[in-house]
């Protein structure tokens, strides 16, 4: 599964260079990354312009402490999982209704993405 489409990474570089020296910039997540047989999930706003493979976004590891960071996109999707007949998936049906730092502030009260 292709976590990031060729659509989904001209919306995913756009946030990225709008959000440069615009702290207020607080976009809705373009996609919803998960782990198919674990907690954790990744809500993901942008890519930087200059390196495609860091990704931005709100960041749980299952460990309730759900937290805004960057990741490897990469890194990501090189995880296997159950001998390598799985990996980190994109959520198909998921469609971010509220802006990162409302998913921030539910994940931080529950200790887990609320979505």
């Known amino acids: 599964m292709e976590l990031i489409t060729p659509e989904l990474r001209q919306l995913l570089l756009a946030n990225g260079k709008a959000s440069r020296g615009n702290p207020r910039f607080d976009p809705h997540p373009v996609v919803k990354w998960l782990n198919p047989r674990g907690a954790a999930r990744w809500l993901i706003t942008e890519l930087?312009?200059?390196?495609?493979?860091?990704?931005?976004?709100?960041?749980?590891?299952?460990?309730?402490?759900?937290?805004?960071?960057?990741?490897?996109?990469?890194?990501?999707?090189?995880?296997?999982?159950?001998?390598?007949?799985?990996?980190?998936?994109?959520?198909?049906?998921?469609?971010?209704?509220?802006?990162?730092?409302?998913?921030?502030?539910?994940?931080?009260?529950?200790g887990r993405i609320v979505d």
């Open 48 to 110: 930087n312009p200059d390196d495609a493979d860091t990704a931005y976004g709100l960041c749980d590891l299952g460990m309730g402490t759900p937290a805004p960071g960057h990741v490897s996109a990469r890194g990501l999707m090189s995880i296997r999982l159950l001998g390598g007949t799985l990996g980190i998936e994109r959520d198909l049906y998921w469609k971010a209704n509220k802006p990162l730092s409302e998913y921030a502030r539910l994940a931080r009260r529950a």
